[in-house]
């Protein structure tokens, strides 16, 4: 009690002191006006944001810290210094640096120069699919309208020193000789989706991915879309398909497809004028997986060393576990047999071999929830041309799988033979080993006949294959 009352009487003798400035005063100097010392301009000294292409901050900064302390010491700021690995590496340094121009934002002139709404919109877009991988909100520090302002505001690129020193690693790559890092790996189903993600943030303006509906095990089937103008049919513009891994043991597709998407998006970024072509002419989806249950379950049964035989590396082999799908279904016996209604309804005048239905009892047997989605997926686009992506054998196999005598393997060629084995030669011919006609080749199986083959020739399937159904339900 003594102590405030000490207290007060010294607050109280302070005020008696210093003199009361009434007007006419301050000519007389027996006051001071309280200058507010004019804001200058310091040392960005976050280590976190050392690689800013300015040099100079200003405390307070957008978050209210009024010393480089404070932010340092912020929850922020901590975040910052382990969003890296937080993220999987991903969206880094974009994400960095965007936080580093709100903790130490550009100053000139003794003034904050806040950042681009434009950079923050476009790293958010970017990025939100490795936030929602980790399950975590957009950091609220980083609110594009918040914090960042637009270009008639006057504001710079928070990412401008990372273009810059993009620009210095991008003369090496000659325009003529576009390429593409790819690192080569088997992925699982989960790294599989965020390269689908990351490849159509990248190249945002060409690509989106989509999900054509669920497997057994709930994965999303999950397509990366192409095309000059993504989620849009085009009048007149080819749609083309890619399946890969719909035997869930058979991974070269599925990584051959993850690599396209890759390629696509790079190529066209580093100015590939035929990659930039073909994007632009035609609408390519492509699906690289269409039996993710399998491919876990094979990749599962891999890891497990079950099999000996096994190579070092983790790929799932040539035994049949993962081949089906988690309701222990071969796909590619599952879909409507519309090669044998053609066949039965060959002896009838002007009958159709395109736009078959579906015949009711095939909805009575069991259908698959991936060989539904493929489906649905056909129905709402028109396809023009397709591949399905097997593994097993070096060999361009082209329609009809169904032989015209179901107990003999003979070629049956469909109304359009001429197209489906041009096109086949024409894809086999592009590649050396699969043209070479070396028979002691490794997969040199049809090397005597130019790597192509028809289906039903080499081996008849009993119906409710995929590529049968295609033919004639498109
Ligand atoms: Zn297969």
């Known amino acids: 009690m003594i102590k405030i009352v000490f207290l007060l009487n010294a607050v109280t003798l302070v005020r008696c002191v210093l003199p009361r400035c009434e007007p006419g005063n301050y000519f007389q100097g027996w006051c001071k006006v309280a200058v507010e010392p004019k804001p200058k301009c310091t040392d960005v000294v976050l280590g976190y944001c050392d690689d800013m292409s300015y040099s100079k901050t200003l405390f307070p900064n957008l978050l209210e810290h009024k010393t480089r302390e404070e932010a340092e010491l912020s929850t922020e700021y901590l975040l910052l210094s382990v969003i890296h690995s937080l993220l999987n590496g991903e969206c880094n340094p974009d994400i960095r640096m965007l936080g580093c121009s709100v903790l130490a934002p550009r100053c000139d002139n003794g003034k904050i120069i806040k950042p681009c709404r434009s950079s923050c ?13 980790i399950d975590m909100a957009w950091p609220y520090f980083l609110d594009c309208d918040r914090f960042f302002v637009s270009e008639e505001e006057g504001c710079y690129d928070p990412l401008e020193g990372l273009r810059e020193m993009q620009e210095m690693v991008m003369p090496s790559v000659s325009p003529e000789e576009p390429s593409t890092a790819i690192k080569f790996a088997y992925h699982s189903n989960t790294q599989m989706f965020n390269i689908l993600k990351k490849t159509a943030a990248q190249c945002l ?13 709930g994965e999303d089937l999950l397509v990366i879309e192409f095309s000059s103008n993504p989620g849009a049919h085009e009048l007149l513009e080819p749609e083309v398909r890619y399946i890969g891994n719909m035997h869930g043991n058979e991974v070269m597709g599925r990584e051959l497809l993850i690599y396209l998407a890759q390629y696509l998006c790079s190529e066209y970024l580093l100015g590939n004028i035929r990659i930039q072509t073909l994007v632009n002419t035609t609408r390519i989806h492509i699906l690289p997986s269409m039996n993710p249950d399998g491919y876990e379950l094979a990749s599962a049964d891999m890891q497990s060393g079950s099999d000996t035989d096994y190579d070092e590396v983790a790929q799932p082999r040539a035994n049949s576990i993962g081949r089906a799908n988690a309701q222990n279904i071969d796909l590619n016996r599952n879909f409507p047999d519309l090669t044998s209604i053609f066949y039965n309804r060959r002896r009838f005048k002007r009958n159709r071999s395109d736009h078959i239905p579906i015949p009711t009892s095939y909805w009575f047997g069991k259908v698959a929830p991936e060989s539904y989605a493929v489906m649905k997926w056909m129905r709402s686009i028109p396809f023009v041309i397709s591949a399905n992506l097997h593994g097993g054998d070096l060999v361009v196999s082209y329609p009809y799988d169904l032989s015209k005598h179901p107990l003999e393997n003979m070629f049956s060629p469909t109304p359009d033979e001429q197209v489906f084995s041009k096109l086949a030669r024409t894809y086999a011919d592009a590649r050396a080993t699969m043209s070479n006609d070396d028979m002691s080749r490794c997969g040199g199986t049809f090397g005597d006949k130019g790597g192509i083959v028809n289906g039903a020739k080499w081996y008849s399937i009993a119906g409710g294959e995929l590529r049968g159904h295609n033919c004639q339900f498109n």
């Open 205 to 217: 303006h060409i690509s989106r991915t989509y999900s054509i509906g669920r497997s057994v095990e």
């Open 121 to 133: 919109e476009l790293v958010q877009k970017s990025c939100a699919h490795a936030f929602e991988g």
